[in-house]
């Protein structure tokens, strides 16, 4: 059974910074960082395959969030700068484990492409 485990939401002042973690219990294809605002449905953030590449970002964070992994630790990060109010929400970390056949078509952004999800952290940016 695949375990995700997120850390490391919290309140910050606009303008500061938070760093999520995210243990995984064992590799995937891929992982990403998702958020849900009140309301709202659930969005993309960062993603990334974790065998290497390019990273993916929603234009909405691109150059203030950073995603990273420890592959000896199977551990991935979002690195949040520049927190502003409407980053405000419940964050969530996703993995792809089935087999992705076609790698080419697989969308990173997609919350059907991954199957399964940490518990989710609070992240409240106060101004």
């Known amino acids: 059974q695949v375990q995700l485990v997120e850390s490391g939401g919290g309140l910050v002042q606009v303008g500061g910074s938070l760093r999520l973690s995210c243990d995984a219990s064992?590799?995937?294809?891929?992982m990403g960082w998702f958020r849900q605002a009140p309301g709202k449905e659930r969005a993309f953030v960062a993603a990334?395959?974790?065998?290497?590449?390019?990273?993916f970002y929603a234009d909405s964070v691109k150059g203030r969030f950073t995603i990273s992994r420890d592959n000896a630790k199977n551990t991935m990060y979002l690195q949040m700068t520049n927190l502003k109010p409407e980053d405000t929400a419940v964050y969530f970390c996703?993995?792809?484990?089935?087999?992705?056949?076609?790698?080419?078509?697989?969308?990173?952004?997609?919350?059907?492409?991954?199957?399964?999800w940490g518990q989710g952290t609070q992240v409240t940016v106060s101004s």
């Open positions: 064992v590799r995937t294809y891929a």
């Open positions: 996703s993995a792809r484990t089935k087999t992705v056949y076609y790698p080419a078509l697989f969308d990173f952004s997609d919350v059907h492409e991954y199957d399964y």
């Open positions: 990334l395959r974790w065998s290497g590449g390019n990273a």
